[in-house]
């Protein structure tokens, strides 16, 4: 077999697996891959993300100055990182940090944006220019 | 397809897989140091006094210090053991999963769940350990025999 890089497992609590479902099945286009009364599956983008209903969980997101210390997502392909801009706008999400490019020429530089889903936690999808010591 | 981009990376995936990216809550920047680059090995990327960036098998986490933050309050159960609903890992071949295992027992860990093989002979069975860093977030390994069960309903 080929040696790829190990998949993420993320589990995180919800309070409404039908939002949840909604919102990474519909918006975020993450196949459901295994569901029951307690929590769904999500392949997110090649990870395994577990949303668990954990309703006195979800509050523990608190907000710090500017970002949730506390948030995940994915770094993606330019082009795919653009689409999934164009398709959460479309979907009017409101963005605590607008998708944009930071530290632009620095070795920081990347593509960026956040935003809280509907349930609650924080999410930042990020993409960096070819090169970054972050690529494989 | 072409021959181009099957030569390049031999090792790579068709298509390059989207590296996660996590950040999470630390109570201490020196512990999270020990542990994430010291115990696990995962080689430290930028840091600043707020937070540090290790490469966690390939992936960007990031140990952010918000002491408010950590900890958790809800767990569930999971063949027969209670763990915390929120955590994080990864997905490891079972050459590494069962190096880790060895690593973490030399250290002492105290484990949540204790290394061990769950759901067996079932169409899900893998390995699993579960534990918890210095600053109480809880962390799980896997490993599946067949990668492509990583999803099995």
């Given at each position: 077999m080929a040696r790829v890089r190990p998949a993420f497992h993320l589990s995180f609590p919800v309070d409404d697996l039908e939002k949840a479902r909604a919102f990474y099945g519909d918006v975020l286009k993450c196949p459901v891959r295994r569901a029951s009364d307690f929590g769904v599956d999500f392949d997110f983008f090649g990870h395994q993300l577990v949303a668990q209903f954990a309703p006195g969980e979800v509050s523990a997101t608190t907000v710090n100055a500017k970002q949730p210390a506390r948030h995940f997502g994915a770094v993606l392909d330019r082009p795919d990182w653009d689409a999934l801009a164009e398709r959460l706008k479309a979907a009017e999400m409101t963005f605590i940090v607008q998708p944009h490019v930071r530290d632009?020429?620095?070795?920081?530089e990347q593509a960026t944006m956040f935003f809280i889903d509907p349930l609650g936690n924080a999410l930042e999808f990020k993409a960096f220019p070819e090169g970054s010591a972050w690529l494989p | 397809m072409n021959a181009m981009t099957q030569t390049a990376r031999p090792d790579a995936p068709a298509t390059p897989q989207p590296l996660f990216h996590l950040a999470f809550p630390v109570d201490d920047l020196v512990k999270a140091r020990a542990f994430y680059g010291g115990l696990l090995g995962c080689p430290e990327g930028r840091s600043s006094d707020a937070w540090i960036d290790f490469d966690f098998y390939g992936h960007q986490i990031v140990a952010h210090l918000a002491p408010e933050e950590i900890g958790h309050r809800k767990t569930s159960p999971v063949d027969g053991h209670d763990v915390p609903v929120r955590h994080f890992g990864a997905i490891l071949t079972l050459a590494q999963w069962h190096e880790l295992a060895t690593r973490l027992k030399a250290a002492d860990t105290k484990f949540v769940i204790e290394p061990y093989v769950r759901f067996q002979g079932e169409p899900g069975e893998q390995a699993t350990m579960f534990f918890l860093d210095p600053c109480g977030n809880a962390l799980e390994f896997k490993a599946f025999a067949d990668r492509s069960m990583v999803f099995a309903k």
């Open positions: 632009l020429g620095t070795p920081a | -």
